[in-house]
């Protein structure tokens, strides 16, 4: 699972508070990836995106992500 941010856009605390929330909701501790891409901010899990800022132009609301990590993570158990 990891999360990918944009440094130049100072999104790493959004990143790593995202990150510490799911840890303490599924004890997985996410990634954290610095990207060059301007404006990014994406959630994988097992590979699979499940957000996209690039793509919704907003953040994400942390607990539709932890809801959507504990579907995959509970389907693949």
């Known amino acids: 699972m990891s999360i990918t941010y944009c440094g130049t856009c100072n999104y790493r605390p959004i990143a790593a508070s995202l990150a510490r929330m799911i840890e303490a909701e599924t004890g997985i501790k996410?990634?954290?990836?610095?990207?060059?891409?301007?404006?990014?901010?994406?959630?994988?899990?097992?590979?699979?995106?499940?957000?996209?800022?690039?793509?919704?132009g907003r953040f994400p609301e942390f607990t539709k992500i932890i809801g959507a990590v504990k579907g995959i993570i509970g389907s693949s158990e």
């Not at 996410?30 to 919704?56: C, M, Q, W, Y």
């Open 30 to 56: 996410p990634g954290l990836i610095h990207s060059p891409d301007i404006g990014a901010f994406e959630v994988r899990v097992n590979d699979e995106l499940i957000f996209s800022k690039i793509e919704t």
